[in-house]
Structure formats: C-alpha cells, structure tokens
C-alpha cells in the first residue's frame, strides 16, 4: 500500500538518490524545503524550518513515515527534536534518523549534535530507526579538490577514512524506511579503509596532477579518537556499501 512520506534534505546529496527510489516505490512523497518551490515530478514541496518549529506541524500532517536527512554545521539536534515533537503529535508510524558513525565516540561539537539527534528520536514515542554511515565519497572528493589547491598539502598523520557510496546509503534507507521500524540498524561503510593520503594521492593522479604531501601530527581528544579509529567500523557488524572510492572517482571525473 502507497504512503506518504516526507523527506526532510530532500534536495540534498542523498536526498537526490532517496526522493526518486521513493517515487519509484509507488509512495506519495513530500520534501520539506526552506524555501518555496513549485511542486513537479510527483514530488509536493512543503515550506518549514526545523530550528522554527511553527511550520513543521503542517508539513508533517498526513505523513506516514518521516524520514529525516536534513543536516548542517550545527543544529541538528534542535533541529530532530523539533521534528521528532511534530511527528509525534501528528501520528507519524515510523521515524527515520541518519546520523554519523561514530557520534558516540569522536570528541567533536558535530558528532555530539548526531548523538543528540539519536536520542531525540530514541525518546520520541514513535516507532524508529536509526543508522549511522560513513563520510560520503562526495565529500572526500570536496576535501581532495580544495587541499589540492595548495602547492604543498598537510595530512593529518593516522586520519583514515571509510567512505561509502550516497547510493548505497540511499539504498540501505529506503529499504529501511519501507520495512518495520528496527531501532538502531547496524552502520553502514564503505567496502575500503583508506589513510587520508591514499584518497588524496588517488585523486591527483586521477586529475594528472602532482602535489607535495607532508604529515602533520593531529593534537588533541580528537587527534587520539581519529587515531584510534572511532570514525569507522571496523567489528564486522557493519553492513558495507558496494561502490569504491576508485569506483566513484572513475565515474565522477570520467
């Protein structure tokens, strides 16, 4: 049977891959946007922000399954908790939550405003799920293009990276949100651990390119937990995306 399911991030990166599985799916979908836009594509836009919390209560009225993508710098946790409030007075089913891989575990002001968010949907009366992934390909690259500006390039000694695919990200949670509301679902990665400077030596031979790479010592709490690999998933319960990091730059810079 069709739902209704409003995708907040809906134009985003993985939005961009989750609206149109939906919509192949057969479901009614409704993207919660900041700014007006014209409905088009089978897709009704709806206009709210989550840091206001007065317009979310419409845009999340008639929803079957709230799944929440939307996210930033700082934020987000008010952001779920305003939108966990609304779900929950309007009788939405299943809530869907994305968050980071290692929320609960990397000393850094962004991955406690994901762990925040995780708890905000644990503690909103409705029935969720919840999944943390992997830094996305998308944004490697948009690190590799801009460090790759620079004449000579500093890269944090012992920062790795497990990046994963927004396709099969978009995948794993469309499955997700379709099927019955599972709690926390085990992370997603991608199917390589890489050092920082594999990826970024990866992607200036791919662009013909030549930079000096020079280590750099990473201080700190967050230096340590990085070091230790608490961004990643590493225990073999992780589900692992299909597509590389080679895979993606082949088909990006093709």
Known sequence: MASTILVTGGTGTLGGHVVPRLLAEGHRVRVLSRHDREDIGGIEYVTADLLRPGGIDLAVEGADIVLHLAGGPKGDDEATRNLAGAASRAGVRHLVYVSVIGADRVPLSWFGTKKEAEQAVRTSGIPWTALRAAQFHDLILLLCQKTARLPVVPVPAGLRF?????????????????????????????????????????????????????????????????????????????????????????????
């Not at 990665?189 to 400077?197: M, R, S």
Request: charged letters at 30%.
């Open 162 to 254: 497990q990046p994963v695919d927004a396709r099969d990200v978009a995948d794993r949670l469309v499955q997700l949100a379709l099927g019955d509301p599972t709690g926390q679902a085990p992370d997603l990665a991608g199917p390589k651990v890489y050092e920082l400077g594999d990826l970024i030596r990866t992607y200036l031979q791919a662009r013909g390119t030549r930079r000096l790479l020079v280590p750099v010592p990473m201080p700190g709490k967050a230096g340590r937990a990085y070091r230790a690999g608490d961004n990643l998933s590493l225990d073999g319960t992780a589900t692992l995306g299909e597509r590389t990091w080679e895979d993606f730059l082949a088909e990006r810079l093709r």
